[in-house]
């Protein structure tokens, strides 16, 4: 029996999908479906935790000590970002074998470094939950998107997001990454507008920098009452779009200098079990030793991300 810890029991960790059965978007519900995982919980809010703990029939960590660190598998770190470098820190340091971390994975370049380092040294293999690369139906774009740069180059992005560049640009930096094996490096990153509507470490910005050579430009929406998450690939004959917060993704190809959709290539529907996939993977790590994880990755766009932030103006704490 894998033994595991959810340590945060807000939105992600088991509120999204509370009041929704046919939704899998938390840790919580994810490890529930599993008959061989054994689920605890803990969460500063004693009656959350105790009510997600009835509901899931899971255990419930009273009291928080970082020696218990030391008795499970598997430890879902799903608490504000400020919280994570040091549950991250404990937990590597008690050698636990997976931790899925949320994401960003911290706030400041000092800590994102102390982690590096502290990582190797160790044996944990830690997931960063930039939930789309985990998805099958992404692993299938990847493929199409590569076979189609093989044709085709690719001209333009456009990245359209809300709260927070750190937090929420960064799944789409992520997928960047993730489809084309190639870094971020921000070059000639220009910002034209910004503002911390969300957070105060993290400003909501428009801009544009180079990936691949190739132009990005970042819309960055404040004030709208619904989630904004699109990217948009330009390519000479093609173009595709990931669209509604990256639950569709929608191909379209060159027709007498019109673009039409091939409706056979369209995918849908594609998060809402996210966490199913995400759980497997992290649990994978646990029989296989030797399958890398994502955490060097995030770590590093992490801190680039927070190099563009510091200088905008106002101070990352």
């Known amino acids: ?5 959810l340590i945060g029991c807000g939105n992600i960790g088991a509120g999204y999908d509370l009041d929704d059965d046919t939704k899998v978007w938390t840790h919580a519900k994810a490890y529930s479906l599993r008959k061989d995982i054994s689920l605890t919980v803990f969460d500063e809010d004693h009656g959350r935790a105790s009510m997600i703990a009835s509901k899931y029939g899971a255990q419930q960590l009273d009291k928080w000590d970082e020696i218990f660190l030391s008795q499970f598998d598997i430890v ?42 502290l990582y190797n040294s160790g044996k944990t293999r830690i997931l960063v939950n930039y939930i789309r690369r985990f998805q099958p139906a992404y692993a299938t774009a990847k493929d199409r998107l590569q076979a189609l740069e093989k044709q085709q180059s690719l001209k333009a992005i456009i990245i359209k997001y809300k709260r927070g560049f750190l937090n929420n640009a960064s799944h789409a930096l992520d997928l960047l990454e993730f489809f084309f094996e190639t870094p971020c490096n921000f070059a000639d990153f220009y910002c034209s507008a910004f503002e ?30 619904y989630g904004v998450f699109e990217m948009e690939l330009f390519f000479g004959k093609a173009k595709v779009v990931v669209c509604h917060s990256g639950n569709d993704i929608r191909y379209y190809y060159e027709q007498n200098g019109h673009l039409k959709e091939n409706i056979s290539e369209k995918q849908s529907g594609i998060l809402d079990d996210y966490m199913i996939p995400v759980i497997k993977k992290a649990t994978g790590y646990l029989k296989n030793k030797n399958e890398p994880d994502n955490f060097m990755q995030a770590v590093e766009l992490n801190k680039k991300i927070i190099h563009v932030i510091s200088g905008l103006g106002k101070k990352v704490s």
Not at 90 to 104: A, Y
Not at 197 to 213: H, N, Q, V
Request: aromatic share 10%; charged share 20%.
């Open 1 to 5: 029996m894998i033994k595991a810890l």
């Open 76 to 117: 879902s770190i799903t608490t504000p970002t400020t919280t994570h470098f040091d549950y991250l820190y404990k937990g590597i340091s008690r050698n636990v074998p997976v931790i899925i971390c949320e994401k960003p994975v911290v706030e400041n370049i000092d800590d994102a470094e102390k982690l590096e380092i």
């Open 196 to 225: 911390f509507d969300a957070f105060d470490y993290d400003p909501t910005l428009t801009g544009s920098c180079k990936y691949m050579e190739l132009p990005v430009s970042f819309i960055g929406t404040t004030g709208t009452s």
